[in-house]
């Protein structure tokens, strides 16, 4: 039997390899954008269909991500977890080869499918590793710091391997990791499922749910080009919502549900995942209109545009290992409302952008601000989000937060692009009513990042912050 400095050594060296995973799967939802003018050059895209190589991955990612976190419980997440990376790895191989379009749209589909399963099991094997307080606090930090600047390094990645090489290794990248990680799985983490008496999968709630959130985030990453008021919207958004309603229904009926409504009576979990919703919809699209600032208006390549993210990149890192220790000292909520009101206020120093403008004076202070905001965020709110719930509910509760985040995150993409786009038209659109728009959209995310402020400050339990003040981690035992 391992001595105890060895177990406790290859916890945290698991702690990498979950952490590692979960980076690259948020990387990748962003690495193929600076990718997409040689993708679409390459594959013949046609210019309304080039963007459904972003939303082929978030529709999947995000309809399939509670069925992967109750897959998780059931089935065995360190399994889970392995057969996740293999789909992405697989998935990213075939992207890479893809010689049209259509192949390259259901690879990142099937990519989106495998980053579903894999996602949630990483997180629920973190919170069921490390021992909740200071423990689970600081790997989660680590997790945090890791995961959050998944985003802002793939657009830098992708830069520098589409110059340096092709839009293929945006893809390819992906192969090496994740099957290396799937086969240091079985020697770093240890399994674990929910031994519950009643381990029914839940078809029905299964299917419904899915279907739900799927066609929610077609309906939302759609409705740019289809038009909020269209046919199509309205009808795909009252499909949803029917489909979403069953679910509920079948729920609270259901004798082993695939998600336990009484879940949601815990304050503080429903409320985390309320306001990781709300930071969906106001960080998501940051990265998307700042990108566009620096490449349309002020002539940046996409290389340069990568490079101009390091610096937040590295605020995220820094922050998210701050936050995880403030956590400890002050409790979740205090440091979760301070990273949200630096949100707001990076997102409104965004928002002053101008045509004329600079990389210093537009972008890089309020990025500065909006990674400190996103790191002192991202990290209590996902300990916010799995307070109170039960050991075998750790894939549910993972689950949930990571949906809300993508369904906020389709869902302020689509409303922020519109009020983005609604005044800019033709094929070259004039830089000046450009970074208006630009600048109105972002002002609507500081909303969001408000209005999140005040659902922390009201919803979250006080007592369930406070428990993390001074929490020590028990010692793990040794079998």
Do not use: C
């Not at 040689?38 to 895209?45: A, H, K, P």
């Not at 210019?47 to 065995?76: H, I, K, M, P």
């Not at 609507?444 to 339990?461: D, E, H, K, Q, S």
Request: hydrophobic share 55%; charged share 10%; no cysteine.
């Amino acid at each position: 039997m391992a001595d105890a400095a060895t177990l406790e050594r290859r916890k945290w060296w698991a702690l990498v390899l979950l952490a590692s995973a979960q980076f690259v799967v948020v990387l990748d939802a962003s690495i193929v954008n600076v990718a997409l003018p040689s993708i679409g050059r390459d594959l013949q895209f046609s210019q309304e269909d080039l963007s459904w190589v972003v939303n082929a991955y978030t529709l999947f990612f995000g309809g399939f991500l509670l069925l992967g976190g109750r897959a998780a419980d059931l089935l065995g997440r360190r399994r889970v977890f392995m057969t996740g990376l293999v789909l992405f790895a697989l998935a990213s191989l075939a992207g890479g080869l893809a010689t049209s379009d259509i192949q390259l749209v259901v690879a990142r589909a099937v990519q989106g499918l495998g980053a579903a399963i894999l996602s949630p099991a990483a997180l629920s094997l973190v919170t069921t590793m490390f021992k909740e307080g200071a423990e689970r606090n600081k790997a989660l930090g680590v997790w945090g710091a890791v995961a959050g600047s998944g985003g802002a390094a793939g657009v830098l990645l992708g830069g520098v391997l589409t110059d340096a090489l092709s839009w293929e290794w945006v893809l390819f990248v992906n192969v090496p990791i994740g099957l290396a990680a799937a086969a240091a799985a079985p020697v770093l983490l240890a399994d674990s499922r929910d031994d519950a008496e009643h381990r029914s999968f839940d078809l029905a709630g299964a299917v419904s749910v899915t279907a739900g959130l799927s066609i929610l985030v077609y309906a939302l990453v759609d409705a740019e080009s289809a038009g909020w008021g269209s046919t199509q919207t309205i009808v795909l958004l009252a499909a949803a919502a029917v489909l979403l309603v069953g679910f509920i229904a079948i729920e609270a009926r259901a004798k082993a549900p695939l998600m336990p409504l009484r879940i949601f009576r815990l304050r503080t979990l429903s409320a985390s995942n309320a306001v990781g919703l709300l930071i969906g919809m106001a960080l998501f699209s940051m990265f998307f209109f700042v990108s566009l600032y620096m490449q349309q208006v002020l002539g940046f390549d996409a290389l340069e545009a990568g490079l101009a993210y390091l610096p937040l990149a590295g605020t995220i890192i820094v922050s998210a290992g701050v936050a995880s220790q403030l956590v400890t000292r002050l409790g979740f909520k205090p440091v979760l409302i301070s990273g949200l009101v630096l949100v707001a206020a990076g997102l409104v120093w965004f928002a002053q952008m101008s045509a004329d403008g600079s990389y210093v004076g537009d972008i890089l202070f309020p990025s500065i601000i909006a990674g400190a905001g996103l790191g002192f965020s991202f990290v209590p709110v996902t300990i916010g989000a799995v307070t109170g719930a039960r050991a075998h509910e750790a894939g549910l509760a993972s689950g949930l937060i990571n949906t809300s985040q993508q369904v906020g995150g389709a869902l302020g993409l689509a409303v922020l692009s519109t009020i983005a786009f609604n005044g800019i038209n033709g094929a070259r659109p004039d830089p000046v009513a450009m970074t208006d728009g630009f600048g109105d959209a972002l002002l609507t995310g500081a909303g969001f990042a408000v209005l999140a402020i005040v659902i922390a400050a009201v919803a979250i339990r006080g007592e369930d912050s406070r428990a993390m003040k001074g929490a020590e981690a028990a010692p793990i035992p040794a079998g």
